[in-house]
Nanobody, 117 residues
Framework: QVQLVESGGGLVQAGGSLRLSCAAS????????MGWFRQAPGKEREFVAS????????YYADSVKGRFTISRDNAKYTVYLQMNSLKAEDTAIYYC??????????WGQGTQVTVSS
């Protein structure tokens, strides 16, 4: 069973930075893609960024391109989301998700990011 644990959220002023981490456990092989999603109050969950465990291109939502960077450490089974130039509209609960076969089958509990303007 896959477990995903996010960390690194918090309160930051607009223009600041945060780095989120997502540690995967319970499975050491077979990850296809890892993704970050977020859900703001009163809004639906939305895609933020994704990366393949084996390398290759990364993908970003238009709203975060040029500000956020997704990366991975395969040896630690950890995925990161570096968030720079944060804006008030980035305030949300950020979720990590793992894709094994099709779709994102596993989700973390989320970490709160609050950006004050």
């Amino acid at each position: 069973q896959v477990q995903l644990v996010e960390s690194g959220g918090g309160l930051v002023q607009a223009g600041g930075s945060l780095r989120l981490s997502c540690a995967a456990s319970g499975r050491t092989v077979g990850y296809n893609r890892m993704g970050w999603f977020r859900q703001a109050p009163g809004k639906e969950r939305e895609f933020v960024a994704s990366i393949r465990w084996s390398g290759g291109p990364t993908y970003y939502a238009d709203s975060v391109k040029g500000r956020f960077t997704i990366s991975r450490d395969n040896a630690k089974y950890t995925v990161y989301l570096q968030m720079n130039s944060l804006k008030a509209e980035d305030t949300a609960i950020y979720y990590c998700a793992a894709q094994i076969s099709s779709g994102y089958e596993y989700w973390g509990q989320g970490t709160q990011v609050t950006v004050s303007s």
